[in-house]
């Protein structure tokens, strides 16, 4: 089946990995469970995309590139770490009169906008996940066809749908055990709060460079 080998195996290692928890699934718990389900799945179509993102960067070889590039590394773990620490300080500060009330949830293009950005530039500005992609979807590629795009896409879609499936389950899980709980000015404010220490925490872990 397009030169790769072993495809239902991959399908179960990549629901494994999927369900393992790392950046990805802690960015969409984070965004669901302190800004409610809506943001949660814009969030979650953003890391999916991002995923399609390195899945063509591997395909073209650009991640192997960057693997013996120290510099390049460097650089895009650097951003996506400046990346996240940022979205952690912007709830840090926010005003507790800024956070979306849940009875008149923010609508409109520019919120999904930034959800759906924000869950790409978080995948996409991890080298981690490049770098995986290159060293784990080979091992179920033929050898005569680890030059063709053809298996790499393949597979990258296929990791994208499963990472899909499982992060809006979890989205929808967090938000709907969260709905109630913001109803609370309080819990919102506290929410908001955890959630920028979140972020930021994240963001730390990205640059130090720990699993």
Known sequence: MAGID?????????????MTPGIDTFFVLNRSVAQGRRSGFFSTLGISTGVLVHTFIAAVGLSALIAQSALAFALIKYLGAAYLVFLGISKLVQRAGDAPSIETPSTGTTTAWNDFRSGVLTNVLNPKVGLFFIAFFPQFIRREMLESYTPFVVLGITYALIALVWLL?????AGTVSHRLRETPAFSRWMDRTAGAVFVALGAKVAAGTK
Do not use: E, H, Q, R
């Not at 072993?6 to 999927?18: D, E, G, M, Q, R």
């Not at 389950?169 to 899980?173: F, K, V």
């Open 6 to 18: 072993n495809y239902w195996a991959f399908i179960l290692a990549a629901i494994v990995f999927s």
């Open 169 to 173: 389950a979890l989205s929808w899980l």
